[in-house]
Each structure stands twice: as C-alpha cells, then as structure tokens.
C-alpha cells in the first residue's frame, strides 16, 4: 500500500489543517498557499482516487459530492461565485496524487492557473 497522502494525514488528525466543511463522504481545508480570497481543497476522504479522472470513471456520484461541496463552502464564504480547478498530471501542476478540487473565489482578476 502507498503512504497516506498530506490530505489523509490532515483528515485523520497527524498534521495541523483546519477542516472548513465536510459529508460523510468528502471534506474541505484551507490551502496552505492561498491563490486568492478564498482558497479552498474539496477532497475526498478515501485516497482510493489519484486525479478527477479516475474519480469520474471511478465514482461519478462522489465527484458530484466534491462539487456540491465546493458550491456550498463558495456559497458560505464568498457569495457563490467560483472557478474550480483540478490540476491532473505532474505536468499541469499536481503535486498531491489524492485528488482534490481547488475552490477560489474573490480577487481572481489577474488570476488563470493555480500550481
Ligand atoms: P496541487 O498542486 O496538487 O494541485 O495542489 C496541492 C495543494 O495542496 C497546493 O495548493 C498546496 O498549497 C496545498 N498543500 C500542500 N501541503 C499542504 C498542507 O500541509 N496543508 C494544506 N492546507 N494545504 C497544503
């Protein structure tokens, strides 16, 4: 079995994160490197999924679970407006193999790309 990634570990309680939302199924945190005003990663709770790829062919009702969890953290917190990115492949960004969506939100003008 591969390690827990930095996102199991925050869940599970090893390392400091601080948990905004979360269903039975899916949770949010603040990022650690905020892009913007609001700065959010809707995450799985099983580390079953390496990218949103996998989670759409994998379990497509859990990526709509990721997705309303996004829409309800951006509708809390920023008035409900927000881009959703999910860097896929080393390449485009990814640096955390258990998928996760960034939420931002507020002061994105000069904002394309997170990664
Ligand atoms: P990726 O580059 O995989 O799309 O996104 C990983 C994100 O995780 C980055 O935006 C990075 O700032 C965030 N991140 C990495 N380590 C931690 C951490 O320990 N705590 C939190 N809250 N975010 C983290």
Known sequence: MSEPSIFTRILDGEIPG????ETD???AITDINPQ???H?????????YRDVAELAAGDPSLLAEVVDLANRV?????GGEFRLIFN???????TVFHVHAHVLAGDLQEK???G
């Not at 959010?40 to 079953?48: H, N, T």
């Not at 951006?74 to 920023?78: C, G, K």
């Not at 896929?88 to 990814?94: I, K, S």
């Open 18 to 21: 601080e948990i905004v939302a």
């Open 25 to 27: 199924r899916v949770f």
């Open 88 to 94: 896929t492949g080393a390449g485009a960004g990814q």
């Open 112 to 114: 394309s790309l997170v």
């Open 40 to 48: 959010v990663l809707v995450i799985p709770k099983s580390g079953e």
């Open 36 to 38: 913007a005003a609001l």
């Open 74 to 78: 951006a509708a809390e917190r920023a």
